[in-house]
């Protein structure tokens, strides 16, 4: 039986849209590379594996590519009157993602993380790495132990199970459940200027952050090279407008129950959004166990349908939607608080908590 394998998908809960851009016809990636042209849109193969559309007419100052970014639906959107400016910022941020995809890849087995989990330590790690290894341990105190990146011991312990045994099955045993927790402590990993050392038996997954440092990693690119706008989405969505004049990117939450359905628009100028959710990857028929663990009782959060959250970092996003999905109401507005950040909780009974 085929490995288990967890895949963000985009209807976890934003759909990215932004004011007088349509979307562009037939841009699936089965279709990128034989859509035809349109009369607003056309497709330029820059390398075997990289399309980008620019527009015409009123859209002829967007550029746009649509991809794969560490298993997640990815996209970037340039608005720039210059298209072979807008190619080579596009070029240039996808060979920015894939380097970082080399570093913090669980699937690529030459990756920097993937040698890091198979040996236990990595010395001279890349600073990639070393700054969201510290990342982690950051948002891994600021959220009470609720976000931790050492639940891949537990994501294999499901993922291996439900390959064995069938996706009908009940879950692992309390006590292998258990066995497992003890390898799930972010605090216990040693981080130096230079080395990374974990404990015997642990692995670290940083599918609950990545996206959101590559995002930024590519939006800071965009902004250096002096790229006035663009929404730049690389599994977790950021808006750049250094234009005050130039009209907000929106990003749509949408129904967990109903992904058709918007349940509220939001916002972005400078900020960024990132939702989780667990009923974007089940595990079993049941849907009890998903790809978000709670890292204090090894099994999936049933607190919230979805969490979202708007903050200046796709980096903070992300990695406070994944910790929020296991935090009690009064704990997630404690966070917002303290970092003056806004919060979605969809709970199960489809009621929407807005906190600010």
């Not at 700054?131 to 105190?141: G, I, P, R, T």
């Amino acid at each position: 039986m085929k490995p288990l394998r967890p895949l963000r998908r985009r209807f976890i809960g934003i759909a990215a849209t932004c004011t007088a851009l349509g979307m562009v016809p037939g841009l699936t990636r089965r279709a990128l590379a034989g859509a035809p042209e349109t009369s607003s849109w056309k497709a330029s193969e820059v390398s075997p594996d990289i399309v980008i559309w620019r527009g015409t007419g009123a859209s002829a100052d967007t550029t746009v590519w649509r991809g794969i970014a560490l298993g997640a639906d990815a996209e970037l959107r340039i608005i720039h009157p210059d298209a072979a400016f807008a190619q080579d910022m596009v070029t240039r941020s996808i060979a920015e993602l894939r380097r970082l995809e080399k570093t913090f890849s669980l699937y690529q087995h030459d990756s920097a993380l993937s040698r890091l989990n198979r040996d236990g330590a990595l010395n001279n790690a890349d600073t990639d790495l070393l700054m969201l290894m510290n990342d982690a341990v950051h948002y891994a105190a600021l959220t009470d132990g609720a976000f931790d990146p050492t639940v891949q011991t537990l994501w294999e312990l499901y993922a291996n199970h439900f390959t064995q045994h069938g996706t009908s099955s009940a879950g692992p045993s309390k006590e292998a459940v258990q066995q497992a927790l003890q390898r799930v402590n972010v605090s216990a990993i040693n981080v130096t200027d230079t080395q990374i050392q974990l404990q015997p038996g642990m692995k670290v997954t940083f599918n609950g952050i990545a996206q959101g440092y590559i995002t930024d990693r590519v939006t800071d690119l965009l902004r250096n090279a002096g790229l006035d706008r663009a929404l730049v989405d690389m599994g977790e969505i950021r808006g750049l407008n250094k234009n005050q004049n130039a009209p907000a990117w929106r990003a749509g939450l949408k129904d967990p129950q109903s992904p058709d359905k918007l349940l509220e628009t939001v916002l972005l100028t400078n900020d960024a959004l990132s939702t989780s959710g667990g009923y974007g990857t089940w595990l079993d028929d049941s849907g009890a166990h998903t790809h978000l663990f709670d890292p204090k009782t090894g099994e999936s959060p049933r607190l919230y349908q979805s969490v979202s959250v708007l903050a200046p970092r796709a980096t903070t996003a992300d990695a406070l939607s994944t910790a929020f999905s296991s935090m009690p109401v009064s704990q997630v507005e404690k966070v917002v608080k303290q970092l003056g950040i806004r919060a979605w909780l969809i709970l199960p009974d489809g009621q929407i908590l807005v906190k600010a």
